[in-house]
């Protein structure tokens, strides 16, 4: 019987370098790396939907639903076959970002989104979600020489609400979270993610043996 694999989920604000540290991470452990919005085709149309500068505005709700449904085939197509064959999988976000987007930093609230997210993902929750944690004026710095998508042009405030509330769930599961320094040098982030996945789940090659 082969062993399912593990999920761990990337997480942080807009140019926190999750998405580096997303694709080092899945290189180092040869896993599979994906991410949220956009990774399935109907997740590419709905990444337009929700990110896209010139893309119609949607409601708040709306945005948390339509959040939820590129999950829910993301896990269905993606994520739920790769655990089941026994590979880890390495997402750049996952449902922590939902409550920290949507939840905190939107305004809506996050006992109301929670069992919708869960409900999305058919009660799949990352094995480790880590926290890549920078200043927002640290994060908007690396951003300031790219075009922004909708939720980035929000700004500065919007940006330290969402930090806020990424620091808020890891606070309240420690278990479930970790929180690293996102202002170290890239190498040497990798090197302490990858020893914080190694210290509390194992190793995948070890584990495939």
């Known amino acids: 019987m082969v062993a399912p694999g593990r999920l761990l989920a990337l997480e942080g604000i807009d140019g926190s370098g999750k998405s580096t540290q997303a694709r080092a991470l899945a290189a180092a452990l040869g896993a ?24 119609p505005p949607v409601s708040l709700r709306a945005e948390a639903l339509l959040m939820a449904a590129d999950r829910a085939e993301h896990v269905e197509l993606v994520v739920a076959p790769a655990l089941a064959r026994g590979q880890w999988v390495v997402s750049d976000r996952f449902s922590g970002s939902t ?28 094995d480790l979600s880590v ?25 500065p405030a919007f940006a330290q609400r969402v930090r806020e509330g990424f620091l808020s769930l890891a606070g309240a599961d420690p278990t479930g979270w970790v929180v690293v320094d996102g202002t170290l040098d890239p190498p040497a982030l990798t090197a302490r993610i990858l020893a914080v996945v190694h210290e509390r789940l194992g190793d995948p090659a070890e584990q495939a043996r």
């Not at 409550?99 to 006992?111: I, V």
Request: glycine share 10%; no cysteine.
């Open 131 to 155: 926290l890549i944690d920078v200043p927002v004026a640290v994060a908007q710095g690396r951003l300031a020489q790219t075009a922004p998508d909708r939720l980035e042009r929000l700004g």
């Open 99 to 126: 409550l920290a987007y949507q939840g905190y930093g939107r305004g809506l609230r996050t006992d109301e989104l929670r069992p919708v997210i869960e409900w999305a993902a058919n009660g799949l929750a990352a």
């Open 32 to 55: 599979l790396l994906t991410h949220e919005p956009g990774a399935t085709a109907l997740g590419t149309a709905l990444r337009h939907l929700l990110l896209a500068p010139d893309a």
